[in-house]
């Protein structure tokens, strides 16, 4: 069984600081990964995928990859309330189902 | 581009009744998939479709669920005897490709009674 590890939070920040959520994944042979987005009552968003250990930057949103680590973020800088929301970290697995296994996502409040 | 399309988007039903759920994805794209999420945790897959076959249901319990995707393009997901257990939203998602991100659609808010 893929195990997907988040910290369910929840998280709360200030208007205009930088949220930093965070993701381990088990499987080492994992590829893709993909941060989504739901408000509470909605269906998930897609926000950002990485493929590349690295850096991706995409307006105020960085997914950070570290496949040694086994460890994906999401930065989220100059937080807004709008911002409050759960984030699910997902991860396709291609070593054997070829599907995605999600984590149990953590909840953010942006105070303002 | 329109968007995963699902209906209904609340049923309520009462134990042992029998529910089924549509779903139209984005045009164009190959791979759907339906997912059950329940309060609290992230979605769980159910099953996937490339085209109208399936690639993946290892997480159906076959002998209530049943799922089609005819004609490659939209789908229904079945329950059948419904439990108070199968009370979660059903999210219904497409992709382009197997490996490629996936969109969601509103979800189906499924209540046993």
């Known amino acids: 069984q893929k195990e997907v590890e988040q910290n369910s939070g929840p998280l709360s920040v200030p208007e205009g600081a930088i949220a930093s959520l965070n993701c381990t994944y088990s499987?080492?042979?994992?590829?893709?990964f993909f941060w989504y987005r739901q408000y509470s009552g909605k269906s998930p968003e897609l926000i950002m995928f990485i493929y590349s250990n690295g850096d991706k930057e995409d307006g105020r949103f960085t997914a950070q990859l570290n496949k040694a680590s086994q460890y994906v973020s999401l930065l989220i800088r100059d937080s807004q309330p709008s911002d409050s929301a759960t984030y699910l970290c997902a991860v396709f697995d291609q070593t054997g189902a070829n599907n995605l296994f999600f984590g149990t996502g953590t909840r953010l409040t942006v105070i303002p | 581009e329109a968007g995963v399309a699902q209906s209904p988007r609340y049923k309520i039903i009462e134990k042992r009744q029998s529910v089924a759920f549509w779903c139209n994805p984005i045009s164009g794209h190959a791979t759907l998939y339906w997912y059950q999420q329940i309060l609290g945790q992230g979605p769980k897959l159910l099953i996937q479709?490339?085209?109208?076959?399936?690639?993946?249901d290892s997480q159906l319990p076959k002998d209530r669920f049943s799922a089609e995707r005819l004609k490659g393009v939209d789908s229904t997901l079945k329950i059948q005897p419904a439990k108070l257990e199968d009370s979660a939203v059903y999210l219904c998602a497409s992709s382009q490709g197997y490996d490629q991100p996936q969109h969601f659609g509103d979800g189906t808010r499924l209540s046993i009674l």
């Open positions: 499987d080492r042979g994992s590829q893709s």
């Open positions: 479709f490339q085209n109208n076959g399936v690639v993946d």
